[in-house]
């Protein structure tokens, strides 16, 4: 760059331009994960004990154990089951309702906005919502004679339809049914910024593309698979990519549904993410093991948007 | 393949619910013969577009019909119709090869027209080699000049061996100098295929140049229709004779009296058994012949040089331009101090239309008189 086209006279004068925002990235952003790294390579590190002047042997100690404990395996695997569903599936159905919103005429700009409303609300609220419409008041597996007072809308439905009541969420709920309950959820809360993008992208598609299908006589599904896929693979790589690294993240949902129990009555802890193991650690005063389960997830999140960026190198046109 | 339109007919709603509708296209009615290249031309916004989509089926008429030879295609959707379209800025798919865009029309194909993949290729580069873009094939449309992207998506229109090819603004996108290679090559390749060809252009030269047959439009309405030479030696109304031809013909004020056509105070050409009245008289840029004892006399200003020819720039109180332009002869002795320069008019050059209708009014002596009859 020696023959860059700006050169100021006094380049100590950008430093100072940028120093409010360089202070602040360097306070709140580049100290703590240099932070993290440290704390993650000392054993058995804690705040705590190091203010009481411990000292703490540097090693890979913490992520060893950390991966030994059954706890941290459980919260991963909760995490990988998630992202692998709800990532794909919210995917799929955003792009379908973007397409079907797209094709309409009337009334779409206010089913934007319905689409668009769960977006703007807080998700604990809407977790809470969830679990109303999940959750069983009264006891479920108790005699004829025991209340149940009400076996939630979606039992409701289901009984309305000749099916079985399905105990959710409620004590002695298989896992299954909590993941199930967990992915519906999550998709939903999902859809709306999905949509939002996708039809964003939709609508700047050229309609003359549209138009020079038709005359060439083109399917409805070659229309979407060979038309409007491709022309909206950026996009549906940003919701992709975005939609894992926020699903590696998930941890407000659980608590929305679930409570602070992360579970369960009778299994507290059966739902909880890696964010949730990361937190419990930092309450208990692991800030060593914290760090090296956040290291763990940074990785774990690094290698799938790797994987992702050499997929969509073949697969998106820009 | 013939393309008959009768009494074609497009009314958009208006956007507002006590707003006047608008008639894009007014009862048109035209037969394209066989195998010809036809030029819609006219301003913009005077329907020639919404006829070419008429046409196309991508635009479903109001009233009227649509007959490909002896087929009714009127209520027919686009792709049953035969018809290859090139869009104005092309529409190729940005994410496939040239390859892949000349073989998506044949990929649709359903049933007993399918074919193989061998076919499909051999039908590609079959068309790729008419628009001369065969070496071109794995490319993807961003990585080409537009003058190659407009070769693909005629070639992509060619594919399906359409019965009727449609071109929108086909040269609009290109710059001056690809415009004149590209329209010698548009005719070349429909004189190749054979296949009758409908283009849309608002550029006169452009429509001139290559159309076997021009249809001269003005809000919705068929104002001329004829082969260019004639529509522009015997232009039907004021409209036609001001929108053809560069540069642009000269337009002034003035009468009829005894079978004279008087400008200001001068008689300048006879034209017996021509009523009295009031006009407005066109006379095209070659229709003036220096001449020192000329009938008409012009406020010289100057003379542009250009070569093959020289152009006297003058004025005249009658004119309805700001200036009249005259091209004459490079060797025609000019002095270009003079205050005044007379001209002799040429009876052919010279149009007299009327005042408040604007149609022409024929003269009887010239054979402009037929085309009367023709519109």
């Known amino acids: 760059m020696a023959n860059s086209m700006v050169e100021s006279r006094h380049p100590w004068k950008a430093w100072i331009y940028l120093s409010p925002a360089l202070v602040l990235l360097l306070v709140f952003t580049v100290w703590p994960i240099i932070n993290t790294v440290r704390m993650a390579f000392l054993v058995d590190y804690s705040g705590l004990k190091a203010v009481g002047g411990m000292t703490f042997k540097f090693g890979i100690g913490n992520f060893s154990k950390v991966l030994k404990y059954k706890k941290f395996i459980q919260c991963m695997k909760n995490t990988v089951i998630i992202c692998f569903i709800t990532v794909p599936v919210s995917t799929m159905l955003a792009l379908l309702i973007s397409v079907a919103l797209n094709s309409i005429k009337g009334l779409q700009k206010f089913l934007q906005t319905v689409f668009f409303l769960p977006y703007v609300t807080n998700s604990i609220a809407i977790g809470m919502v969830f679990a109303a419409m999940f959750n069983i008041v009264g006891s479920f597996y108790g005699t004829e004679n025991e209340l149940i007072v009400t076996a939630g809308i979606i039992n409701n439905v289901i009984e309305f339809f000749g099916g079985k009541p399905v105990n959710w969420i409620n004590y002695g709920s298989t896992y299954a049914a909590n993941i199930t309950v967990m992915v519906i959820y999550i998709v939903w809360n999902a859809l709306p910024f999905k949509i939002l993008i996708l039809l964003g992208g939709l609508q700047s598609v050229n309609k003359q593309y549209y138009d020079a299908a038709k005359v060439d006589g083109t399917s409805r599904r070659r229309i979407f698979t060979r038309i409007t896929v491709p022309l909206l693979s950026p996009m549906i790589a940003y919701v992709v990519i975005t939609g894992f690294i926020g699903g590696f993240k998930e941890y407000t949902s659980i608590v929305g549904i679930f409570g602070e129990s992360m579970g369960p009555a009778d299994n507290a802890g059966r739902l909880n993410t890696m964010v949730g193991f990361i937190y419990d650690s930092l309450a208990s005063n692991n800030q060593g093991r914290a760090s090296a389960a956040a290291l763990i997830l940074f990785g774990l999140i690094l290698i799938v948007t790797l994987l992702q960026l050499y997929v969509s190198k073949k697969r998106v046109h820009y | ?375």
């Open chain 2, 1 to 375: 393949m013939k393309v008959e339109l009768q009494n074609l007919t497009k009314v958009f709603p208006s956007r507002h619910v006590k707003g006047e509708e608008v008639v894009a296209v007014n009862n048109f009615t035209f037969t394209i013969p066989d195998g010809k290249l036809v030029g819609l031309l006219g301003p913009s916004g005077c329907g020639k577009s919404t006829t070419l989509y008429m046409i196309c089926g991508l635009q479903k008429p109001s009233g009227g019909k649509i007959f490909f030879g002896e087929d009714d295609v009127t209520l027919l959707p686009p792709e049953n119709r035969g018809v290859g379209l090139v869009f104005q800025n092309y529409a190729l798919y940005p994410h496939m090869t040239v390859k892949q865009n000349i073989m998506f029309p044949l990929q649709n194909l359903k049933g007993a027209d399918k074919l193989t993949k061998e076919q499909m290729l051999e039908r590609a580069y079959e068309c790729a080699k008419i628009v001369q873009i065969d070496e071109l094939m794995d490319r993807k449309p961003s990585e080409l000049s537009g003058g190659q992207q407009q070769r693909v998506a005629i070639a992509r229109a060619l594919v399906k061996m359409p019965r009727v090819l449609l071109l929108d603004e086909p040269l609009s996108n290109l710059d001056a100098r690809l415009r004149l290679q590209t329209r010698e090559e548009i005719k070349r390749i429909q004189k190749e295929t054979n296949i009758t060809t409908v283009f849309v252009t608002h550029d006169q030269e452009e429509a001139m140049s290559i159309s076997d047959m021009i249809v001269v439009m003005k809000l919705g309405i068929i104002q001329q229709i004829g082969k260019p030479q004639d529509v522009y030696n015997s232009p039907a109304n004021l409209f036609v004779a001001k929108f053809l031809g560069t540069p642009p013909i000269n337009v002034f004020s003035g009468k009829i009296k005894d079978g004279k056509v008087i400008i200001g105070e001068e008689a300048v050409l006879d034209v017996p058994g021509v009523e009295d009245q009031e006009v407005h008289i066109g006379i095209r840029p070659e229709g003036f012949i220096l001449k020192d004892d000329g009938p008409f006399s012009c406020k010289m200003e100057n003379v542009e040089v250009m070569g093959r020819d020289v152009s006297v720039v003058a004025t005249n109180p009658a004119s309805q331009n700001p200036i009249i332009r005259a091209i004459i002869d490079a060797d025609s002795p000019i002095d270009q101090e003079a205050e005044t320069v007379r001209f002799a008019i040429k009876k052919n050059k010279i149009f007299l239309f009327n005042k408040e209708t604007e149609e022409r009014i024929y003269t009887g002596t010239e054979k402009g008189a037929k085309q009367k009859e023709v519109k």
